[in-house]
């Protein structure tokens, strides 16, 4: 059995049956406007330690996201907006996949998960990465990565589309990188 496939019946037993393998540099689109947009669009900025500005640089972003040779993005269907307990719940069993992947020999695996840190009832970081108190935990979002999410599913294959209403079915993805 090759490293995918193992990694594939990994995913696949923990239920997840939506994701598509990509190659970053191909297929992972990061720009400076969603930065942007998270700096002057989001009610959240500055408030995590997981979230800008507390996170590094587009450039940095880009450059460390095109060193993997190989990505996961995974597929949820929301019927609505998650309560903290749902989110907290996902991301809980995201960080666990991303360590079992890890625990295959890909020492480089690294997730960015669909929505910001939600690990504490309370962030405590105050906008800075020093007083997290889940630093071994707390992951970057795709947004916080300046990942344009739109772009990057269409190009993996994946419709998408604005929603109008937040009761609308929500279409979330999360990617995972590894080496």
Known sequence: MNN??????????????????????????VAQWVRFKCQFGCNDYGKSGSCPPAVPSVEECRKMIYEYENAIILHFILQQQQTRDEKHKLMSELLEL??????????????LPHTECILCETCVSEGTREKCVN???CRPSTD???IDVFQT??????????????????NRFAIILIN
Not at 4 to 29: A, F, M
Not at 98 to 111: A, V, W
């Open 135 to 137: 630093n071994a935990k």
């Open 98 to 111: 991303e360590r079992e992947i890890f625990l295959t020999g890909n020492y480089k695996t690294f997730l």
């Open 144 to 146: 916080a990565m300046a």
């Open 4 to 29: 995918k496939e193992q990694i594939n019946q990994i995913i696949e037993s923990r239920g997840y049956s939506d994701y598509k393998w990509i190659i970053p540099y191909n297929d992972i689109v």
């Open 153 to 170: 599913v269409r190009n993996a294959g994946y419709e998408i589309q604005v929603l109008k209403e937040r009761t609308e079915i929500q």
